[in-house]
């Protein structure tokens, strides 16, 4: 597994490197010891998966405070999807920034999204799959979220949106005084 740090600090990729021959694919999915500078000392509590039928839909922008604040390990297994970070920690110096990949199967990709970031994701092929690993439990009490149209995130999406749930509608803008979570 090769990790790839990007503009925001604690939000990295991972490339797999696949097996092939003739008979399929063979890709390791999560290694403690290979992973162990990107988790730290964590470890994976929960692992969730989800399937999302129709091109264009968008799920997002989600986290959890702090003390149930997690990182998340994302990673693709059918279909293509546009997942996304957004820097929500208060001083940091990427604050509100986000951070994009392009997680499918094939390019064998995970996006490592940590504590004090949103995650979500708009689906680039119909019924694409994202299977989560989260380092805490998930906590109701402890839920957060921006909007996926927040204009102070001014996340681009790479298709129009066709569907969001109407709990993601429901989710306020982050208001001008919003000065980040706290660590």
């Known amino acids: 597994m090769n990790i790839e740090p990007t503009a925001i600090a604690g939000v990295k990729v991972v490339q797999a490197t ?3 021959d003739h008979r399929g694919v063979f890709q390791r999915v999560f290694c403690d010891r290979e992973l162990e500078a990107v988790i730290e000392g964590r470890h994976v509590v929960q692992i969730n ?21 997690e990182m998340k390990l994302v990673r693709c297994l059918r279909g293509k999807v546009w997942d996304v970070a957004v820097d929500l920690r208060a001083d940091s110096p990427t604050f509100l920034r986000w951070h994009a990949e392009e997680l499918s199967f094939d390019n064998g990709r995970m996006l490592v999204i940590p504590e004090g970031c949103a995650h979500g994701f708009q689906v680039l ?13 998930y906590e109701p009490a402890a839920e957060g979220a921006a909007r996926y149209d927040d204009p102070r995130l001014g996340i681009t999406w790479p298709l129009p949106v066709s569907e969001v749930s109407q709990r993601d509608q429901l989710h306020p803008f982050l208001s001008n005084e919003f000065r980040g979570l706290p660590a």
Do not use: I, K
């Open 18 to 20: 696949p097996f092939a």
């Open 125 to 137: 092929e119909p019924e694409s799959e994202l299977l989560y690993l989260h380092t805490a439990h």
């Open 49 to 69: 998966h989800s399937r999302t039928m129709n091109v264009g839909a968008v799920r997002g922008m989600h986290f959890q405070r702090a003390p149930h604040a």
